[in-house]
């Protein structure tokens, strides 16, 4: 992964961690994450801690879920995006419009 690549992974991850602690919680992502869309909330299935600890389920590391995710676990999860995208402009405008970087 380039280092521009990482250099975007890094400011994303910054961005969530709001308690500046070196790693993601449910308490970080509120007013960060935008949970009003996600289709479980709006039927009411779920309400907005578990939308916001399902989000954080798709970073941390399977098999150690830990309600946390760490620098570490967030570039792996975003090496693995970023080998399915060739081009550094598309990975760029991807990262700076999902995280609004």
């Not at 992964?1 to 890094?10: A, F």
């Not at 790693?23 to 007013?31: A, C, K, Q, Y």
């Not at 098999?63 to 402009?89: H, K, Q």
């Amino acid at each position: 992964m380039t280092s521009h690549r990482r250099e975007l992974i890094i400011q994303a991850f910054k961005k969530l961690d709001r308690m500046c602690d070196g790693s993601v919680t449910v308490e970080d992502l509120r007013g960060v994450y935008n949970i009003s869309k996600h289709p479980k909330y709006i039927s009411g299935e779920w309400n907005e801690e578990q939308c916001l600890k399902e989000f954080l389920i798709s970073f941390d590391t399977p098999n150690s879920l830990d309600g946390r995710v760490t620098e570490e676990e967030f570039m792996n999860y975003y090496a693995g995006v970023s080998a399915s995208i060739d081009n550094d402009a598309y990975f760029d405008l991807m990262m700076r419009n999902a995280w609004k970087l």
